[in-house]
């Protein structure tokens, strides 16, 4: 991460990352496709995020390696009899 910053914000960087110290690591999860086509999870080590954007500073996450944004819920219902709705 640091190679990316200008001088200026490495400075900022390095403050940042010794103030953390001690402090636990934020943990996350994503998951990725797995074997015939399951959801598999992937635990993640976060860095410094802006809200949008996450730092992941370890973790079995490749870059480039595409992750699971989305669930297709109407590919997932269970067959059955429907529930019978009432109008008040």
């Not at 490495?10 to 074997?35: D, H, I, N």
Request: charged share 25%.
């Amino acid at each position: 991460m640091a190679t990316l910053l200008s001088p200026e914000q490495r400075e900022k960087y390095v403050r940042f990352v010794a103030s953390q110290e001690g402090v636990s690591a934020l943990r996350g999860k994503v998951y990725v496709t797995g074997e015939k086509g399951k959801p598999h999870p992937i635990d993640l080590v976060l860095g410094i995020s802006d809200g949008t954007f996450t730092e992941v500073v370890s973790g079995d996450l490749n870059t480039g390696q595409q992750v699971i944004i989305d669930v297709n819920l109407t590919a997932s219902k269970t067959s059955g009899r429907a529930a019978k709705r009432f109008a008040f």
